[in-house]
């Protein structure tokens, strides 16, 4: 999961942006995170200890990167990595450890959910509506579980405007 995309779950259960920052940065420096990355800049640098200095680090939450200022003699020097990606199982593990639990997103009406996806999983050239009814039976399964329709309901509404 991105760091944005991490930052904005973690977000929603801790009410303070600069909480969540100070956390999430914490987590990584303590190595109870898992992370990876697309670049890194300069390309022939070490990630090993990356975040063990957070006070060195400024992040681009939107951009999903971080910047540790690196002391190179007269020079004040960056290492920048881009792309920065996050294990989600290992955030929910430690948000569980402290008692927390990110909010469930609100689950779509099952009318909702059915209409946004004929628009996302138009019928396929030469499917007939019966396996078009199965196909969109098995995706409003996964989405809604014990809420989903019968197939023969979807076949029906299929028909409406």
Known sequence: MSLKDVHEHVAKVYLSTEYVQR???????????????????????????????????????????????????LFDVGVTVYGIRLALQDIEARLSARGLVAAAAPQPSPKAWFMDAKRQNPRRSGEDVTAYAERLEALMQKALGEKAWPRNTIRRRLYDK
């Open 23 to 73: 956390w999430i940065v914490g987590e990584l420096a303590a190595g109870r995170v898992r992370w990876q990355w697309e670049t890194v800049y300069p390309s022939d640098v070490s990630l090993d200890e990356f975040w063990q200095f957070p006070h060195l680090i400024t992040v681009n939450w939107m951009d999903s990167s971080a910047t540790r200022k690196v002391v190179a003699g």
